[in-house]
């Protein structure tokens, strides 16, 4: 509507005492010059008053693990394909695996909340002093909710938010880095980090490129912020290649099956590997994701203390072993004991290592995974 001929206009607010909104649009607008980016931006959080962020270290205060109680041999796996226990072994580094039985209430949600359950026991903490619950799994017992809400409800961690990450066996790695940096940032003091898989509900057991390698586990860590700016995170690296997904994959539907493929060969809600493309693909990767993280921090392979890598295949480990001239002491395994348990190989590894007393305060450990996407990620921490 339009104003009287005799009203007044309102004044205008004064900007409050020491702002210069021309400034501030200035210093929101402006592009700077590449050479000076750092100095700007630094000019422009002064002028804008934007919160820095604190000073926070991260500390790995608790882990746990969780297996399921059915052992499933390579003698139990030559009774379903043509294999036997020695031709798996040479490949793959694997005598068994373990794989969860429904009649005992074993599931992947089990899994989760027991291994976070005892990850909580060893830091002397209650699911209640959690800020956050992130879940690293592609094997979901339903859609929805996430896994990670379930285990919230199941631990009784009150409102902690919770979500679910999936990037198949780098899931834990990923959401590691995930947890960490929200710590750092100062947004949460308290996460409980879950990587766990049951591929065994993915597994077509007549494929036995696919079925001597998997098994089912559950591994967990807790984070919580702490004064010492010394531990945490020294470098980290999160990658995909979406354009090669079709070399590892879960289709739900026959159309989901890429061209080109083997329909016959092919089963919806089963996992499809080329297993040729995946082992060239994870032993170069393996390889270069090791050496970037190491040149991200600015450290040679020997000073690194361990290295807690995903269990994918023992050739692949040893080739990373050989490559950098890492000690077996250094670079641990337990595929033979478990086999590849997806996002739950990390975190079980780590748990086994901490429990057997490896790891000490202020050592570097270097954590490593790949998988399905592709995706690989790396996280580099003194811990």
């Known amino acids: 509507m339009g104003e009287s001929a ?13 702002v210069d909104p021309v400034a501030i649009l200035s210093a929101m607008t402006a592009t700077p010059p590449v050479s000076s980016s750092s100095t700007h931006l630094a000019a422009a959080r002064r002028t804008l008053a934007l919160p820095t962020p604190p000073k926070i270290g991260v500390r790995i205060a608790g882990t746990g693990s969780q297996l399921p109680s059915r052992v499933v041999s390579n003698a139990d796996i030559a009774t379903i394909v043509d294999t036997n226990d020695e031709w798996i072994h040479q490949r793959t580094g694997i005598r068994e695996r373990r794989v969860c039985d429904p009649t005992k209430g074993e599931s992947n949600r089990w899994l989760c909340a027991e291994s976070l359950r005892k990850a909580l026991a ?5 699911a209640t002093e959690l800020d956050l619950i992130i879940c690293g799994t592609i094997t979901q017992d339903m859609r929805c909710p996430s896994t990670a809400c379930l285990v919230a409800g199941d631990l ?19 959401a590691l880095n995930t947890a960490h940096d929200l710590i750092r940032m100062g947004n949460y003091r308290a996460i409980g ?7 065994s509900v993915l597994v077509d057991y007549t494929n036995r490129g696919v079925c001597i390698l998997f098994g089912d586990g559950a591994g967990a860590a807790v984070l919580r912020a702490t004064d010492d700016q010394t531990k945490g995170c020294i470098a980290q690296i999160n990658h995909a290649d979406g354009s ?3 070399d590892l994959y879960m289709p739900g539907e026959d159309w989901m099956i890429p061209e080109g493929a083997d329909r016959s060969t092919h089963k919806s809600g089963c996992l499809q590997m080329n297993g040729k493309a995946v082992f060239k693909f994870a032993v170069s990767t393996f390889q270069e ?3 970037q993280t190491l040149d991200k921090a600015g450290l040679s392979a020997g000073e690194v203390d361990l290295y807690v890598c995903h269990q994918s295949n023992m050739r692949i480990l040893e080739a990373a072993r050989d490559k950098f001239g890492i000690p077996e002491h250094k670079l641990l395994t337990n595929i ?3 086999g590849n348990t997806s996002a739950g190989s990390v975190p079980l590894l780590l748990d086994e290592i901490a429990r057997q007393g490896k790891i000490k305060e202020g050592m570097k450990v270097m954590f490593v995974a790949f998988g399905a996407g592709l995706t690989w990620s790396s996280s580099l921490w003194q811990v």
Do not use: H, N
């Open 122 to 126: 060893d830091a002397k903490m209650q």
């Open 156 to 174: 009784k961690a009150g409102t902690a938010a919770a979500w679910d990450l999936g990037a198949a066996c780098s899931s834990f790695v990923y």
């Open 244 to 246: 090669s997904w079709p």
């Open 336 to 338: 033979e004991r478990v």
């Open 289 to 291: 994701l090791i050496q």
């Open 6 to 18: 005799g009203a007044k206009r309102p004044k205008a607010a004064k900007p409050g005492p020491g």
């Open 193 to 199: 980090v879950i990587g766990c898989d049951t591929v």
